[in-house]
């Protein structure tokens, strides 16, 4: 018999999670290679279809899942997307302000470019390794890579592969990694900074 039910918690690391029928009886394990789609990874306040089943233990958990079409957000993270892409767009819209207008060298676009892509391509073989239960990239590594500029790869990634967009403390450690980069290109492209920073290195 299909059952109705709601995602209401999920281990995106882990690869598995719990349902809450619409019923309202107790909640379903759920596993993710129980979904028999996964183009996109499972969050909280996803609606699903499933059946009963038992695993090799005899315990009761959710098989042959289907998501919905569209995933309950929640107000405040539609807010915090919009500001992110916000902010995304305006940042390297600067940049090319700069470097046109001699502010910032001219390959500086260029090198957030290329980090993005570099990152968006991490972010997708971390989710497919997620799939497949194979070796996971270290949550350090993503976090490098958007410091050195990727975040703007990496919004893009946890937005359109639903990737690393739930997890509370990484997003928190992502977005002091935007600040440090952004805080950082500012400090650069300010000849007096730059003059600065020499003038304490050659003193070391």
């Known amino acids: ?14 690869g598995y999670g719990f349902i ?3 019923s309202g009886e107790g909640q379903v394990f759920a596993h993710i290679k129980a979904f028999k789609y ?7 306040n996803r609606s699903v279809t499933y059946i009963l089943s038992t695993d090799k ?12 079409a569209a995933a309950v ?10 500001f992110a ?4 767009v305006l940042f390297l819209v600067l940049i090319v302000f700069f470097c046109l207008f001699g502010i910032a060298p ?17 972010y997708y073989l971390d989710k497919s390794a997620a799939q497949k239960g194979e070796w996971r990239t270290q949550e350090s590594t993503l976090h490098l890579l958007a410091l050195f500029g990727g975040w703007p790869g990496a919004l893009a990634a946890q937005q359109l592969l639903r ?9 928190t450690v992502f977005w002091i990694t935007i600040a440090l980069n952004s805080c950082a290109f500012i400090v650069l492209i300010n000849p007096r900074a730059v003059e600065a920073l020499k003038s304490l290195i050659i003193k070391q």
């Open 163 to 171: 990737h690393k967009s739930i997890k509370r403390p990484f997003r």
């Open 85 to 88: 892409n916000t902010y995304a």
């Open 57 to 68: 233990q005899g315990r009761i958990c959710a098989a042959e899942i289907t998501m919905s």
């Open 20 to 22: 809450t029928p619409s």
């Open 1 to 14: 018999m299909i059952k109705q039910g709601k995602i209401t918690s999920w281990n995106d690391d882990k």
């Open 106 to 122: 001219s390959w500086s676009f260029v090198v957030y470019l290329a980090m993005s892509l570099m990152t968006y391509i991490f």
């Open 38 to 44: 996964q183009a996109r990874r499972p969050e909280v």
């Open 73 to 82: 957000i929640e107000k405040d993270d539609q807010g915090n997307w919009v």
